[in-house]
């Protein structure tokens, strides 16, 4: 899968389809010219932030920021990345800065409402750690934003065991209804996983890119401008793939 998702996703995509228009112009001069032009200006559009604007502007917009509790009985967090053998920190694995945004929204939504948070997140995809992604985004939200947490799940490896490891907890402390923290691009995808568990969701998503101001060097290709374009990307191809095996699934149940 990890493959499939590089092979997929820009820039690796767009350099074979650059090869592919190469390769065309042994045989059909025009039209490599244009798939190999077409792939460098779509490489350029995506490298710039105004060119990630146009991916991730309606993703985000699928998702409001959160307006109220409205009788939720938990908070979720989902871990992100880490940043592994920090030196600053004894060499420790530390979430890295969406996992520590996501953290620090999750803080300041336990310290209004009281509620009892859950972590989630297993491994990840450098193997057995010495602690989980979830244990280290506990320890963050313990140790630097003085905030409780009462359940770490840590077996999960991607979005839909997030929702349904988190939700096996959740059922035996009674939990059905709750507020799901990640970052606003991530935020469809994971509700629609949550909710498969049977779980009510209230979205609370953070880090709205879209929100941010364009200028001028907005439009000059950067390596930020690349990983938002990937990022938003990647949802959308996750949740047309989320969507499909839900859909799948509800139909064989029936």
């Known amino acids: 899968m990890d493959v499939v998702r590089m092979l997929v996703l820009p820039p690796l995509s767009l350099f074979l389809l650059y ?20 792939a460098l200006a779509l490489l350029f ?40 053998n920090s030196p600053e920190y004894g060499g420790l694995d530390i979430p890295d800065y969406i996992g520590l945004a996501r953290a620090r929204y999750a803080a300041k939504l336990q310290r209004e ?30 140790e630097d934003f003085a905030t409780p947490v009462q359940w770490i799940e840590d077996k999960s490896d991607n979005t839909a065991q997030n929702a349904a490891f988190s939700a096996a907890i959740l059922r035996q402390a009674g939990v059905r209804r709750i507020l799901l923290v990640t970052d606003a691009m991530h935020m469809r995808r994971s509700r629609v996983a949550f909710a498969h568990e049977g779980l009510e969701v209230i979205g609370a998503p953070t880090l709205f890119f879209s929100r941010e101001r364009l200028e001028v ?37 029936e």
């Open 19 to 38: 090869g592919a228009g190469w390769i065309l112009r042994f045989w059909w001069l025009r039209l490599g010219r244009i798939v190999c032009g077409g």
């Open 45 to 84: 559009v995506l490298c710039t932030n105004a060119g990630a604007w146009l991916l991730l502007r309606p993703l985000e917009n699928l998702e409001p920021p959160l307006e109220s509790a409205n009788g939720a009985q938990a908070i979720v967090v989902l871990s992100a990345g880490r940043l592994e």
């Open 113 to 142: 409402t009281g509620l009892p948070l859950l972590v989630s997140g297993g491994y990840g995809k450098t193997g057995k750690r010495d602690i989980s992604l979830a244990s280290g985004m506990a320890h963050v939200l313990q």
């Open 217 to 253: 060097l907005d439009f000059l290709p950067g390596s930020e401008g690349l990983r938002r374009s990937r990022y938003a990307a990647h949802e959308w191809l996750g949740m047309a793939w989320y969507g499909l095996q839900y859909a799948l699934a509800r139909a064989f149940r």
